[in-house]
Structures are given as C-alpha cells and as structure tokens.
C-alpha cells in the first residue's frame, strides 16, 4: 500500500497474527537499495503478498500476488463512498485475502 490504503491495510492487519503491512510510496526508491535492504522488507519466504492500491495496479504484481486495485476512473461522489464502493476497504481487502491459500 502506499497512500490512502495504508489506514485499510494496517486495520485488515489488525486481525491477523504475523501480519505486516509495507508501505512502499516509491518503488524506484525501494528498487536502488541493497538486496539486503530488500529482503529485510519483504522476505522471500513470505510468499502470501497483497498490495492494496486506488491507482494503477499492474507494476504491484513485482511484489505481491494479489492485487486489490482501482484501474478505471470516472466514478464520482464523496471520496470515501468512491473507495468503499470500489473496494478500497479493510473488510473488503480481508475478505481478498481470506481467498488465498
């Protein structure tokens, strides 16, 4: 997550033991630090991933395999009606996750 997700992904992560949430506003920021770096924040071994972003989804699947994502535009109301109705919630983003095996 990086923005506006961060609040649904830390209280998805609230109710799951062993959860960690990264918050990652840059990925080309993240990709010139050390591999060392890199595996201290998302371990290798962690292979349950989910990014949670309103914009453009595709580049999150480098990291995470699954995406709750937002790739259209042209919905128009209050901001938190726009996010709850796409998705962009932490019962939603729970009930995504539940679906993993």
Known sequence: ATGSEVQHALKAAADMPGARVVS???????????DDYKESVLPSTCTKRVAMEAGVSDPW??????????????????????????????????????TMN
């Open 24 to 34: 990652m506003p840059c990925m080309e920021v993240y990709e010139r630090q050390s």
């Open 61 to 98: 699947y480098k990291y995470a395999s699954k995406v709750v994502g937002v790739d259209r535009f042209g919905f128009s109301a209050p901001g938190d009606i726009v996010m709850a109705e796409l998705g962009m919630s932490a019962d939603n983003l729970s009930s995504e996750i539940a």
